[in-house]
C-alpha cells in the first residue's frame, strides 16, 4: 500500500519534504515555459523519458536511485490526462513490476499539501495492481485516488470495473492497441 498521509515529518514540513517542494516548483516552472514553446515537442520529451524508465523493463537502475529533478518532473508530466494515459501503457510483463514501483515512488514524492497531485499517480497505481491480478491492492489505491477527487472519472472506471469483478483482458489490449498506435504515429 502507498501511504500518502502527511503525518510523516520528513513529508510535511521537514528538509526532505521543502527540498522536494523546492524542485516541484522547478519542474512545474519548466513544465510551463516548455510547453510554451512547445507542447508536442514536451510531450515527447516526457514520453521518451518514460520508456527510457521503463520500456522492456527500463535502464535497470532501480528507481529509488531517481534524481529528485527527474522525479519532480514525472509527477508534474502525470498531471497531464494524455501523459497519464500514455503511461498506462506500460503493462507489459517486462515493465510491470518496475511501474508499479515507479508510481508507487512517485506518489511518495509528491507535495503533501497537495493531495490532488496524488491522484493520478494513486491511479497508475492502483491499474497496475489490477493488471498485476492485486485486485485487493487495486481497490485500496483506487479508493485513496477518489477519496482525494471523487469525480476523477479514469480512478472511477477503474473501481467500478474491480469491485465488479470483470476481467481486464480488455483493457489491456486496447491500451497495447494505443501503444502500438502511438508508435506507428512515430514512424
Known sequence: MIDISSHDPDRADG???AGRRL???RASQLWNER????????????????DSLLADGGDGAPVT?????VVADLITGLQQRRLRDTAAE???????????ALWALLARHRDPADLQ???PLLTLAGYTALVAGER???AALLG???????????????????ATGAPVDRLIADCEAERAARLARRT
Do not use: G, H, K, M
Not at 36 to 48: G, K, L, T
Not at 90 to 100: G, N, Q
Open 23 to 25: 524542485a516541484l516548483d
Open 136 to 138: 485487493p491492492v487495486a
Open 90 to 100: 506500460y503493462i507489459r510483463p517486462s515493465e510491470l513490476d518496475r511501474a508499479r
Open 144 to 162: 485513496q485516488a477518489r477519496a482525494a477527487d471523487p469525480d476523477y472519472l479514469l480512478a472511477e472506471l477503474l473501481a467500478e470495473l474491480v
Open 35 to 50: 510547453t510554451a514553446d512547445d507542447p508536442r515537442a514536451e510531450d515527447e520529451r516526457f514520453i521518451a523519458l518514460l
Open 65 to 69: 536511485d531517481l534524481d529528485p529533478s
Open 117 to 119: 497531485s496524488a491522484v
Open 15 to 17: 528538509p526532505v519534504a
